[in-house]
């Protein structure tokens, strides 16, 4: 398997990345509109964290694989100081919106519980597999700042048994065990505009990386 021969632009990819986050963002202010608007500062701040933290990783991944700019600005500590600081900062605000907007779902207990466990059950299991078996530094796009990763296997314990995706598929549904264990209509629609972006992120961003850093067949 060879690679391409050259890292992909800074913009490459992400016009469609553009196009998809305002697509999603005008369908949020709907469904936030519709739902009479509620809390504001909280909404939008769940809604700011996942946009931030994908355009910090968008910019830290290509200027790091067109001329190391992130490694000489920041260090790679530096990058993953940032980037889990956003990552959780979007569970913080994800949970401080479902707590001010707990029980607007108006689930009863049983479908409240089922929704919370289908969701959360998959979702924590997913975190303890990246945790033991892939580890959150290579999940952070280590192999964009280190070569080394490059050359391990793929990891096929855990949540990889079903998926080589686990994170974006399964650990992002924790985001709506928690919105569901609030019974919050405002923390689903961040948790659904959170979980769709990854993706608009995966195959806009991470894909065409993927493809320098690996190889596409």
């Keep these: 398997m060879t690679t391409a021969r050259t ?7 992400q016009w469609l ?15 936030w509109s519709f739902l009479a608007r509620p809390y504001p500062l909280a909404f939008w701040t769940g809604i700011a ?32 100081a940032v980037f889990f600081l956003l990552f959780g900062g979007r569970f913080v605000a994800l949970a401080a919106l479902a707590w001010l907007d707990r029980g607007s779902l108006q689930f009863p207990i049983l479908p409240h519980a089922v929704a919370t ?5 998959p979702g924590l299991y997913a975190a303890y597999s990246v945790a033991w078996f892939f580890g959150f530094v290579r999940a952070a796009g280590a192999d964009h700042f280190d070569p080394q990763y490059r050359s391990m296997p793929l990891v096929t314990q855990g949540i990889f048994r079903f998926t080589s995706n686990g994170m974006y598929s399964y650990v992002f549904l924790s985001f709506w065990a928690l919105a569901f264990a609030f019974n919050s209509t405002a923390a689903i629609t961040v948790a659904a505009f959170s979980h769709i972006h990854i993706w608009i992120h995966f195959y806009t961003t991470e894909k065409l990386d993927m493809e320098y850093l690996y190889g596409s067949g």
């Design 17 to 31: 990345h553009v196009a998809g986050a305002l697509v999603l963002l005008t369908a949020v202010w709907v469904a």
């Design 117 to 121: 466990t289908l969701c959360g059950l």
């Design 49 to 80: 964290f996942p946009v931030v933290h994908q355009i910090f990783v968008w910019l830290a991944w290509r200027l790091e694989l067109r001329s190391s700019a992130t490694s000489r600005a920041i260090g790679f500590r530096g990058y993953l």
């Design 7 to 13: 890292p992909p632009g800074i913009w490459t990819g």
